[in-house]
C-alpha cells in the first residue's frame, strides 16, 4: 500500500510534510523497524476475530500494521497534532477508530463494550514510557476485559516485570504483573529502530492474563497494601515497612505475629517475600480478622 509505514524514509516524509514537531513530553519515539513490527503483530497473536485497542499510534505506523491483522483497532492518541497525520496515514482502513484523549482517562470498560460487546481485547502499543506503570496498573485493576497485553516498554522495566525475589529489579511492579499474568519477553529493541532514539534500551513483553491467579489472596487489596508498603520502604526490614504504612494500621505484634507465622525472621526484608507469601501473610490477616478490626477502626 502506498501509504504504508514502517520505514524511516516514509516515516520522515511524514514528518516534515506536516511539519511536525515530537514532544517530549509524551515519550514520542516512533517505530521505524518493520521487523520489530512484524515481531509484535506476531507476538500479540492478532487475528481477524480481535479488537485490538492501541495507546498511542502516533502517526499511525505500527496501527496500520494492526488494521491488517485485526478485526477493529481502537487506538488513544493524546497528541492532537498527531490526528491529521492519522487521518490521512489511515485512511485506507476501515476498521480503525482514532480517539483523540488521554489514556489515563479513558473509560476503557466502556470502549470494550463499545467495540468489542464486552469482550476481551488485547492491547498492543509502542507505550509513552513515562506513564507505563499506570498505564499496565489500571489495565490490570480497572474492569478492563482483557486477554493480553503485547507492549514495547523500557527494557529495564521489562526486567523488572518478570522478576522474583533476589534481584535489584524485584519490586511492586513485578509482584502485581506476575498476580495478574504471565509476562514473556518477546525481543530487546535497541534505540536505532526509533525516530527519534530514545536515551535507553527498550523491550517488547508480552503479558497474558491469568484466568485464575496464580495465588489465592483472600483480600488483593490488602495484599496490594502490603506490598507497597514493603518496597516504599526497601531498606527497612517488612516489619518496620509494615508498622509505617499510612495504608495498614496494625500493631507491631500483629504483625510480628504474621511474619512468624510464614516461618521468617522478625529481621526479614519486604524483598525477600515471593508472591506466594505475600498472599499467606494477608490471608493470615484476614484469617484472624485483623483487617475487619482495622477497617472498623480497631
Ligand atoms: N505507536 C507509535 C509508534 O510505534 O511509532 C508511537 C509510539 S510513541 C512511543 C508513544 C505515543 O503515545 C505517542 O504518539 C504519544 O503522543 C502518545 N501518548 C503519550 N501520552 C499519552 C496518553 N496519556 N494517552 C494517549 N497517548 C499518549
Known amino acids: 500500500m502506498d501509504n504504508k509505514l514502517g520505514n524511516p524514509q516514509k516515516t520522515i516524509e511524514i514528518i516534515q510534510k506536516y511539519q511536525f514537531a515530537f514532544q517530549k513530553r509524551f515519550g514520542q519515539n516512533f517505530l521505524i523497524d518493520p521487523h520489530v513490527l512484524d515481531k509484535i503483530i506476531r507476538a500479540a497473536e492478532v487475528t481477524k476475530e480481535d479488537c485490538v485497542l492501541e495507546i498511542g499510534p502516533g502517526i499511525g505506523t505500527m496501527t496500520q500494521y494492526l488494521a491488517e491483522a485485526a478485526g477493529r483497532v481502537v487506538a488513544v492518541e493524546i497528541d492532537s497534532n498527531l490526528i491529521p497525520i492519522l487521518n490521512e496515514t489511515l485512511k485506507d482502513y476501515q476498521n480503525v477508530t482514532i480517539i483523540n484523549d488521554d489514556i489515563l482517562k479513558v473509560d476503557i470498560p466502556r470502549l470494550a463494550q463499545e467495540y468489542n460487546g464486552g469482550r476481551p481485547v488485547k492491547v498492543v502499543a509502542n ?50 504483573v506476575q ?120
Do not use: W
Open 127 to 176: 507505550l509513552p514510557y513515562y506513564i507505563t506503570t499506570p498505564i499496565i496498573m489500571g489495565l490490570f485493576e480497572g474492569e478492563v476485559p482483557l486477554d493480553s497485553i503485547t507492549v514495547m516498554v523500557q527494557k529495564e522495566v521489562a526486567d523488572r516485570m518478570k522478576v522474583g525475589p533476589g534481584s535489584k529489579d524485584y519490586g511492586a511492579l513485578s509482584l502485581a
Open 179 to 298: 498476580y495478574y499474568a504471565q509476562p514473556y519477553l518477546v525481543a530487546n529493541v535497541p534505540p536505532n529502530c526509533f525516530i527519534p532514539r530514545p536515551g535507553v534500551g527498550s523491550a517488547v513483553i508480552r503479558l497474558t492474563r491469568h484466568k485464575e491467579p496464580p495465588v489465592q489472596a483472600d483480600d488483593p487489596k490488602l495484599m496490594f497494601r502490603l506490598i507497597r508498603a514493603s518496597f516504599n520502604q526497601r531498606r527497612k526490614t517488612l516489619q518496620n515497612g509494615l508498622s509505617n504504612s499510612p495504608e495498614l494500621s496494625f500493631t507491631k505484634e500483629q504483625i510480628a505475629a504474621g511474619i512468624e507465622s510464614l516461618g521468617l525472621s522478625p529481621s526479614v526484608r519486604g524483598e525477600a517475600l515471593s508472591l506466594e507469601q505475600f498472599a499467606a501473610l494477608s490471608n493470615y490477616f484476614t484469617r484472624n480478622n485483623l483487617q475487619l478490626q482495622m477497617e472498623r477502626g480497631g
